[in-house]
């Protein structure tokens, strides 16, 4: 049934501050947009990286992938603040307890 709300749109960008990238998602990650926000974060050269997913609706198997292949890429230099539905599909998959996950 159509709610009449337009579909979240996409998107991700980059903002460098210094030698610490911000990266803030919206929109649906999956499996059409998930190497976009690996290569977003993947573009600038970058010591940290805050991955900014509270605007994400949406979140599938391919965007784990992406998620995991950054955590190991930049292990120890990773924050991923997620939104309640990351929380949840990242807990179901077995990686709620990853340090790199903002608690809060």
């Known amino acids: ?3 009449g709300g337009a579909p979240p749109v996409f998107s991700a960008r980059a903002e460098i501050d210094g030698e610490h990238l911000h990266v803030v998602v919206t929109g649906e990650v999956d499996m ?9 974060a993947l573009r600038e050269p970058a ?5 900014d997913l509270r605007a994400v609706t949406f979140f599938d198997s391919a965007a784990i992938h992406a998620l995991v ?3 190991q ?12 539905q990351v929380r949840r599909v990242l807990e179901i998959s077995g990686l709620g307890d990853q340090t790199w996950l903002d608690p809060v």
């Not at 059409?32 to 977003?40: E, I, N, P, R, S």
């Not at 010591?47 to 991955?51: A, D, F, H, K, V």
């Open 1 to 3: 049934m159509d709610q």
């Open 32 to 40: 059409a947009t998930a190497d976009t926000m690996l290569q977003t």
């Open 47 to 51: 010591n940290r990286i805050t991955l």
């Open 69 to 71: 292949r950054l955590s």
């Open 73 to 84: 890429q930049f292990s120890g230099a990773l924050t991923v603040l997620p939104s309640r």
